[in-house]
């Protein structure tokens, strides 16, 4: 009996790593590019990434959900979400992003890499109607906000340079930015 719980425990112990969440802090203290500070969870265990952006009136939470392929921007200063297709041709994958956090935390490095991805997005500016289909994750964090899917852009456009963008800078690797009348508000 007494070997029993032992085992048990360390097998817990062994186990717990797995399933745990990662939060990394990064804060940019000279405010550069007005990232404000970060912080991001990556959870093994259901597949997702989570960076909080913790900015004063621009701060926005994103979530990648890997297992659904969809991504979601909460924007507290517009009470808006905004929903899209995860492009992981631009995006690392769950291992590689908490791998890199994990890397550049402990190095004390961030920005002074390569210069970060880009990504830009349209905004639909009709409402989603079901939020379902875009995965539990996603309904926990947009639920009865007003909630808008985007459209990846390919290239520049000189369209969307005369309009209002909110841009979320994650960490020193990506940069997306959503675009479109709903963002004007």
């Known amino acids: 009996m007494r070997f029993t719980i032992v085992f048990a425990g360390l097998l817990g112990v062994l186990l ?3 399933f745990a969440d ?10 550069s590019g007005g990232s404000g500070q970060q912080s991001v969870s990556v959870n093994n265990e259901h597949n997702v990434a989570n960076i909080d952006n913790n900015n004063g009136w621009d701060s926005w939470n994103m979530l990648w959900d890997y297992r ?5 921007t909460r924007v ?6 905004i929903v899209h297709r995860m492009n992981r041709d631009a995006l690392p994958s769950l291992q590689a992003l908490d791998a890199m956090v994990k890397e550049k935390k402990l190095q004390g490095e961030g920005p002074g890499g390569p210069p970060p991805k880009g990504l830009m997005y349209s905004i ?6 079901n939020l379902e289909q ?5 309904v926990g964090m947009c639920k009865g906000i007003p909630t808008y899917m985007a459209e990846e852009i390919q290239g520049a456009s000189l369209f969307f340079s005369s309009e209002k963008c909110i841009n979320a800078y994650i960490l020193w690797i990506l940069n997306v930015s959503f675009c479109g009348s709903t963002v004007e508000n």
């Open 68 to 72: 659904t392929g969809f991504a979601a």
């Open 76 to 81: 507290f200063h517009k009470k808006a979400c």
């Open 124 to 129: 639909n500016p009709n409402k989603v109607n």
């Open 22 to 31: 990662y939060n990394i802090n990064i804060s940019d203290n000279n405010n």
């Open 16 to 18: 717990i790593p797995a």
């Open 134 to 138: 875009f995965g539990k994750s996603i």
